[in-house]
C-alpha cells in the first residue's frame, strides 16, 4: 500500500478483496463495471449518488451533429483510428452517445467546447465488458472461475481475440493494443539495467515473478482437462500480453466498485490532473459516463482522470506522464524499538491511525507536515514534549530536534539519489536523444521523474536545515557547529600571551601562592 493509503495496482494472484479505494481518490488500476441486474442491486444497495447523464433525447439529436463531423474528419483524411471509427458506428447503433468526441484522430479530441459537468461520453452498461461477460464466455469462464477479476477480463480479452471477426466484440478488440510497454513484461536484464535505483525495479521483478506463476496455475488447468478448453488458444506471451494490456485500460468505476474494459473510454489518455474528465457509472441512466471536470475547448484531447504517481503509471502502462500533478514517491520511516519512550510513542502514532512502520509520500512541490510530525516524535527523547507534536500543523519541537530529523531526510534523500547510475543532466541528455528505443526513452523518463521528486525534496530539507544554528549535544543542547574552529582560533590568538603567563606562573610557585598551609 502506497504512503497515501492507496493500494497499487493490481497484480497478478492478488484477490479482488485486495484493491481498496485511495483517500485521495486515486485511479488505480482496478476491475471495471458492467451495467445489468445485478450491477443496479450492487450500486442502489450501496446508497452510492451518480453524476445525472445526458437525456436520451439529448443524445438522439447529437447523433446525426455526429455523423456530420465524422464526415467532414474523413473528408479531410484525418481518420488514423479505424477500428475506433468502426467501433463508433456500433456504439451508436447500441444507444451510446460519443457525439463530443472526434475519434478520427491518434489523440482523442472533442468536436465542440463543453462546460463544466456535460457528459462528453455516454455507454450503456451492456456493452461495457466486466466480470459477467467473462462468466458469460463459455471458452474461459471456467479458467477464470476464482481467479481475480483482471485475470478474468484478460482471459476473457484472449478468447475474444481467438474468435477473430466472429467475435461480437471485434471492433472493440481491434480498438485495444497487442501488448503494452509495461516493465512487467520485460527480461530480468532489462529491468535491472534500465531501472537500476529505482524503487519501480523491485516492484517490477515481484509483479512479473506474480504474473508468472499466474501463468502456471492456468497451464496446470489446461493440462488437466484440454478438452474442457479447447476454443480458447492460450500459451503464456498471449496471457501476459492481454494481462498487460487489461491492466493498462480497464477502468474503475467507484460507484460500483467494479473494474470494465469500456469501447472508446478504455482507448483514452490518462492524466493525474484532477481536472481530467471523471469516469463512473449512472444507477439512473444505467450507463457509464464521461464527465467534464472543467470548461474543455472544442478540439482539445480528452483525458480521464487517474490520480497514480508516475511508478504506478509506468508499472502499469510503460508510460510516463510528464509534470503529473499526482506524482510522488514514498519513504518508509518508523519507531525506534529500543526507544525507552517506545510503547508511549507506539500508542500514539496507532490512536492516529499509522503505525509503527509507516510510509509516506514526498513530493516535488512540497514537503509533508505528517512525515515530519511521525520524524520528530520517533526522535524525541523528553516525555514532556511529546505533547508538543503535532500531526495538523508544521509544528517545531525543538532546534535539537528538528536539527536530527532533518539531517535523517537528507541522509535518505542523498544515498537514494546516489543510488542512480546518473544524475538528473544524465537523464535529460537522454531523452534529447529522438532515437533512443522506446523502452529506453520510457525508462530515463521515469528515472528523471524520480530524480527531480528526491533532489526537491533534498533542496527542500537544506533550506529548512539553514536557519538552525548550532549541533545537539547528548544534553538535548545546542553547540555551535564551528566550536572546534573556534577553539584552534582562540589558542592560536592566545600564543602571544604564553611567555607572559609562563613567567607569571614561575614567580607564583617561587611565591609558593600555590602552596598548601601546612607549607606556609
Excluded at 483510428?81 to 479530441?109: F, I, M, N, W
Aim: with cysteine; hydrophobic share 40%; aromatic share 6%.
Amino acid at each position: 500500500m502506497s504512503a497515501c493509503g492507496c493500494v497499487r495496482v493490481w497484480v497478478p494472484g492478488v484477490v479482488d478483496g485486495d484493491v481498496a479505494a485511495c483517500p485521495r481518490d486515486h485511479l488505480v488500476a482496478r476491475p471495471k463495471l458492467r451495467t445489468s441486474t445485478a450491477l443496479h442491486g450492487l450500486a442502489r444497495s450501496a446508497h452510492l449518488q451518480h453524476p445525472t447523464p445526458r437525456g436520451h433525447e439529448a443524445g438522439r439529436k447529437c447523433r446525426r451533429a455526429e455523423r456530420l463531423v465524422l464526415a467532414a474528419s474523413a473528408q479531410q483524411g484525418t481518420a488514423t483510428t479505424t477500428p475506433l471509427l468502426h467501433l463508433q458506428e456500433r456504439l451508436q447503433d447500441s444507444g451510446a452517445t460519443v457525439d463530443a468526441l472526434d475519434l478520427s484522430y491518434k489523440q482523442c479530441v472533442t468536436t465542440r467546447k463543453l462546460r463544466h459537468g456535460e457528459v462528453l461520453l455516454s455507454i450503456p452498461g451492456d456493452i461495457a465488458v466486466t466480470k459477467e461477460d467473462v462468466a458469460a464466455d463459455t471458452a474461459c469462464a471456467q479458467l477464470a472461475s476464482g481467479r481475480s477479476e483482471l485475470v478474468g477480463l484478460a482471459l476473457w480479452l484472449v478468447s475474444q481475440r481467438c474468435k477473430g471477426k466472429a467475435s461480437p466484440w471485434h471492433d472493440f478488440v481491434q480498438s485495444l493494443p497487442d501488448t503494452t510497454n509495461s516493465p512487467v513484461l520485460w527480461t530480468t536484464e532489462q529491468q535491472s539495467e534500465l531501472l537500476q535505483g529505482s524503487p519501480t525495479l523491485q516492484e517490477a521483478q515481484a509483479r512479473a515473478k506474480a504474473l508468472s506463476a499466474e501463468w502456471d496455475s492456468i497451464h496446470e488447468q489446461l493440462q488437466a482437462d484440454p478438452s474442457q478448453h479447447s476454443d480458447i488458444t492460450l500459451d503464456k506471451e498471449s496471457f501476459s500480453q492481454a494481462v498487460a494490456v487489461v491492466v493498462a485500460h480497464a477502468a474503475y468505476l467507484p460507484s460500483v466498485e467494479c473494474f470494465a474494459l469500456l469501447p472508446v473510454a478504455s482507448t483514452l489518455a490518462r492524466t493525474g490532473a484532477d481536472t481530467g474528465a471523471a469516469l463512473d457509472y449512472d444507477i439512473d441512466n444505467a450507463c457509464v459516463t464521461l464527465t467534464a471536470q472543467r470548461t474543455i475547448r472544442s478540439g482539445e484531447q480528452v483525458k480521464i482522470y487517474d490520480g497514480r504517481p508516475n511508478t504506478e503509471m509506468f508499472l502499469a502502462t510503460g508510460t510516463v506522464e510528464e509534470n503529473n500533478l499526482s506524482d510522488y514517491l514514498t519513504v518508509q520511516v518508523n519507531l525506534v524499538a529500543a526507544d525507552k519512550l517506545y510503547m508511549l510513542k507506539k500508542q500514539v502514532v496507532q490512536s492516529l491511525g499509522f503505525d509503527v512502520k509507516q510510509e509516506f509520500p514526498i513530493y516535488a512541490d512540497r514537503m509533508p507536515a505528517q512525515l515530519l510530525a511521525y520524524l520528530r516524535l520517533s526522535r524525541v527523547q523528553d516525555s514532556a514534549e511529546i505533547a508538543k507534536v503535532n500531526f495538523e500543523q508544521d509544528s517545531v519541537v525543538s532546534q535539537s530536534n528538528e536539527y536530527e530529523v532533518l539531517q535523517l531526510l537528507l541522509a535518505d534523500m542523498r544515498d537514494r539519489l546516489t543510488a542512480y547510475p546518473g544524475s538528473i543532466e544524465d537523464e535529460l541528455k537522454l531523452l534529447q536523444n529522438k532515437k533512443l528505443p522506446e523502452r529506453q526513452w520510457a525508462a530515463a523518463q521515469l528515472r528523471f521523474s524520480e530524480k527531480v521528486v528526491l533532489q526537491k525534496t533534498l533542496d527542500a530539507v537544506r533550506r529548512r536545515l539553514a536557519p538552525i544554528r548550532g549541533i545537539p549535544t547528548k544534553g538535548g543542547k545546542m553547540i555551535s557547529p564551528n566550536a572546534d574552529l573556534e577553539d584552534i582560533f582562540s589558542t592560536i590568538e592566545n600564543i602571544p600571551n604564553a611567555p607572559k603567563k609562563l613567567f607569571a606562573g614561575i614567580k607564583s610557585w617561587a611565591r609558593g601562592d600555590k602552596d598548601p598551609t601546612w607549607k606556609r
